[in-house]
């Protein structure tokens, strides 16, 4: 059974960074590529960033330059780190696993609120 744990989110200010974690177990997770989503309230859930499985990576236009996606096959894991973060980045995050542009395997999410 494919298990994907996400965690790092929290409160932080306008301007200040989080690093979202995501754990995989249950499947070979250098074989998918994986992405994070994020979902605001009353709003679609909409791809943040895409890593795939040899490390190309592409981003929403609204976090490019600011946030940035790794992997590290050997571990099982995945980061999104997320810098000058803004009010509008507030939302539910979520990692996924899957092939490029169709995910298979979902995480519960981790609340993601910028404010002040």
């Known amino acids: 059974q494919v298990q994907l744990v996400e965690s790092g989110g929290g409160l932080v200010q306008p301007g200040g960074s989080l690093r979202l974690a995501c754990t995989a177990s249950g499947t070979t997770f250098s074989g998918y590529a994986m992405a994070w989503y994020r979902q605001a309230p009353t709003q679609k859930r909409e791809p943040v960033a895409v890593i795939s499985n040899t490390g190309w990576t592409t981003y929403a236009n609204s976090v490019k330059g600011r946030f940035i996606v790794s992997r590290d096959n050997a571990k099982n894991t995945g980061n999104l780190q997320m810098n000058n973060l803004k009010p509008e980045d507030t939302a539910v995050y979520y990692c996924?696993?899957?092939?490029?542009?169709?995910?298979?395997?979902w995480g519960q999410g981790t609340q993601v609120t910028v404010s002040s």
């Open positions: 996924a696993l899957g092939s490029l542009g169709s995910m298979d395997y």
